[in-house]
């Protein structure tokens, strides 16, 4: 399998990072027609931010994203972006959430390199998250 090698005007890189975040009191929100927004607001976020979407599975609680990401953006920024636009979008279009939460996130973040594991592992790993 061949290695990807993005670019900008002064780094060449493969960064590529598994992000998880969870639901405010891991409370099993994200289903249905919010997972369906939800997941082409992260899109619309990634794309927007210059980032490349490799894998994103919603569970009822909790967000697994695969994700490239400019080393010179970073993923802290991103991953800001992705749980702001999509906390205030949702709410605003779920009132539900807005009873139900305070926020519709944690504070908190997992994020890990795919280090040299093959993307395309690392990506059925994270879609297979949503059977167990």
């Not at 919010?34 to 082409?40: F, G, I, S, T």
């Not at 994700?67 to 993923?75: A, S």
Request: hydrophobic share 40%.
């Amino acid at each position: 399998m061949s290695v990807t090698l993005r670019s900008n005007s002064n780094v060449v890189f493969q960064c590529a990072f598994h992000v998880v975040w969870c639901s405010k009191y891991r409370r099993r929100v994200l289903g249905g027609l919010v997972e369906e927004r939800l997941k082409q607001l992260i899109g619309e976020v990634v794309e927007e931010k210059g980032a490349w979407l490799v894998g994103l599975e919603v569970m009822p609680d909790q967000v697994h994203l695969l994700v490239e990401v400019d080393p010179q953006y970073g993923v802290h920024k991103l991953v800001k972006a992705v749980k702001g636009r999509t906390s205030r979008v949702l709410r605003e279009e779920f009132p539900s959430l807005r009873s139900r939460l305070p926020t519709l996130w944690t504070n908190s973040y997992f994020v890990a390199t795919t280090g040299g594991a093959p993307l395309a592992a690392v990506d059925e790993y994270v879609a297979q998250q949503k059977g167990r």
